[in-house]
């Protein structure tokens, strides 16, 4: 499958990809990433200016946007403001949400937002060969000896198929 563009990013969904040592892989992907101004500033670790100089692309905000974030606050207290940027651009662009955040998920898919995440981003180094199999396994394993919290199921079966190298 290609990659739907543009995808836009939360916070979180970048710092996978750093600890498992694939952040500049990612950025090969035949995708646009995009992410709200307001988060540029939130990025630690990776910083956004890292981001920014492999491709990242940030996205201001109307009035009549920053209002349906307002309201979106109003309605959902226990996402951030910062994903709840995320999620109206995702929204008013037509584009693909990539985020980790299960609240945020949870409110993406009631909005009619397309949702994507960190194992996606694996599949698709893999799918468009940017990675080996082998190296999206060693990467996986990275992230969540780390403390990344991925779905368990998902994360074994994808680590038998790659170490398998398939």
Known sequence: MDCPSPCITDTNIWIDPYRGGLLAEAFLLPCRFIVPD?????????????????????????????????????????????DLFALVLARE??????TG?????????KEGVSIRGTLWILDELVTHGIVTPRRAA???????S???????????TRLRRWERGE
């Open 38 to 82: 307001v988060i540029i500033a939130e990025l630690g670790e990776p910083s956004g200016a890292y981001l920014l100089s492999l491709g990242l692309q940030e996205h201001g905000f109307s009035g009549e946007q920053i209002s349906q974030v307002q309201a979106l606050v109003r309605k959902h207290r226990g996402v951030s403001s910062n």
């Open 93 to 98: 662009l037509k584009a693909t949400l990539l």
């Open 101 to 109: 955040d299960q609240l945020l998920r949870k409110v993406a898919e």
């Open 138 to 144: 060693e990467a996986l394993k990275l992230m969540v």
């Open 146 to 156: 780390s403390g990344r919290r991925l779905p368990h199921q998902e994360c074994q």
